[in-house]
């Protein structure tokens, strides 16, 4: 803002003159009242200046509810857990304990959790989310959860999907759960960073989050509410070069039933206002985003191009998805970094009314033996994908293209990973790229 003028210099500077002497009247004639009736001045008890919080654990609990302290160092699962000097130690602790509306589970800042997952129990309400995320040093790295492949696998012997296991492949998982907020995190989910998987079946996600519509209780939401992911970094997560059936990836939305959509109700089963953004996403198989594919007897005449009588039509992918309003939506998805992607980068199945955008994929189709792309929306409905760039595939390089740098020093599965991006500035619309067979995708 410019200065009142007051004129030329002389003018001016008797006005700064009037000016301290009413200012030196004012303050002598208040001090010596406001001197005799008070009492004598003393330090303040806390700081005046403050200090802004690096880690959201580190500033009050503005939802109502409790804060959770994990500590895998210092901490004690018999402890409360209620504050930092009384902080758990392990996320087995955490796992076994359902959470209110409100609540918040920190994991301080710096540590690490080997061979553990994260499944905290509960939901919690509109305004009032239930938490994940860090506390403690500003100057030290995301809390840091190594799975190292220890989860259960989805699958039956005869190789169809197990309602009991399907959807706890995650280093963090919610399975029929609600209202979460997850940020500030550090996962992998690979017991070998050196090696790359290229048969058998393994299939391991960084956020698993799942509807099982085998296993909701009668008159149970079928609509799972509000979730939020950012600043969250997820690398490492290996799987075979090959299509399992299922989709896996670093944060991962799908929806589980092992009888036909006709078996289910209608209007239900799918995810609402969701927002996936700020991630980073490195070395994962198969995707970074997967949102949010409905595997309801996904075979035969209920797989897609048929409609409720049985009668089959070009072009229509899971139109039951759409006759029944099981699609997913009010989803976004922006502002992400994906690299060396095993298969599609971003996947979208069965939602309307999402946008994503502003997204940087560099590499994918990196370790995949069919066909697939960078961005695509499969079976879905009104959305916008928009502003996102694009660059390389089936390369085992991780060299970054001409103008931007990228650096990633990955030690072993036993330390955290440090990455530093330097991306150009502009953000290309791609061109459309033709949709792949449900076999392939």
């Avoid at 399907?166 to 399975?175: D, E, P, Q, S």
Wanted: charged share 20%; hydrophobic share 35%; net charge negative.
């Amino acid at each position: 803002m410019r200065p009142v003028d007051t004129g030329p210099p002389l003018i001016r500077t008797l006005y700064a003159g009037f000016v301290a002497l009413l200012a030196a009247l004012l303050v002598g004639a208040l001090v010596p009242a406001a001197h005799a009736t008070t009492a004598p001045h003393h330090a303040p008890a806390h700081p005046t200046t403050k200090i802004k919080p690096s880690w959201p654990g580190n500033a009050p609990n503005t939802t109502g509810g409790k804060d959770y302290f994990v500590d895998a160092t210092l901490g004690r699962d018999s402890a409360a857990g209620t504050s930092a000097a009384t902080a758990w130690r392990s996320l087995a602790k955490v796992s076994a304990t359902t959470f209110a509306p409100g609540d918040r589970v920190l994991l301080k800042a710096g540590e690490q959790w080997q061979d553990e997952q994260l499944w905290p129990k509960g939901s919690g309400s509109a305004g009032r989310p239930i938490t994940i995320s860090a506390y403690g040093d500003s100057g030290a790295g995301r809390p840091y959860i190594a799975t190292n492949g220890e989860v259960p696998s989805p699958f039956k012997a005869d190789g169809s999907k197990n309602p009991a296991t399907v959807g706890l492949t995650g280093a963090i998982v919610l399975r029929n759960q609600q209202y979460w907020d997850i940020n500030n995190v550090e996962l992998s989910n690979d017991n070998d960073f050196a090696t790359d998987i290229t048969t058998g079946s393994y299939v391991r996600d960084g956020i698993m989050v799942s509807i099982n519509a085998d296993l909701l209780k009668d008159g149970a939401d079928s609509i799972m509410d509000h979730f939020r992911i950012s600043d969250v970094f997820v690398h490492d997560l290996d799987g075979p070069s090959s299509w399992q059936r299922i989709h896996y990836g670093a944060v991962d939305f799908q929806v589980f039933g092992s009888r036909s959509y006709k078996d289910y109700g209608t209007g239900g089963y799918y995810f609402k206002d969701v927002r996936i953004e700020n991630n980073t996403f490195e070395n994962v198989e198969l995707h970074a985003v997967q949102f949010a594919f409905n595997w309801f007897a996904a075979d035969g005449a209920d797989a897609g191009q048929y409609d409720e009588s049985g009668k089959w039509h070009e072009g229509w992918e899971q139109l039951w998805v759409r006759t029944r309003d099981l699609y997913s939506r009010d989803v976004y998805i922006g502002h992400n970094y994906a690299e060396s992607i095993g298969q599609g980068a971003i996947q979208l199945a069965d939602t309307k009314n999402m946008k994503v955008e502003y997204n940087e994929v560099n590499g994918y189709l990196k370790r995949y033996d069919a066909v697939s792309c960078a961005l695509y929306l499969w079976a879905g409905a009104d959305s916008v994908m928009q502003s996102t760039r694009c660059t390389a595939v089936r390369t085992t390089s991780t060299t970054a293209p001409p103008g931007t740098s990228n650096t990633r020093t990955s030690t072993s599965p036993t330390s955290s990973t440090t990455r530093t991006t330097t991306r150009r500035a502009g953000w290309p619309i791609w061109a459309t790229v033709p949709t792949p067979s449900p076999a392939t995708t």
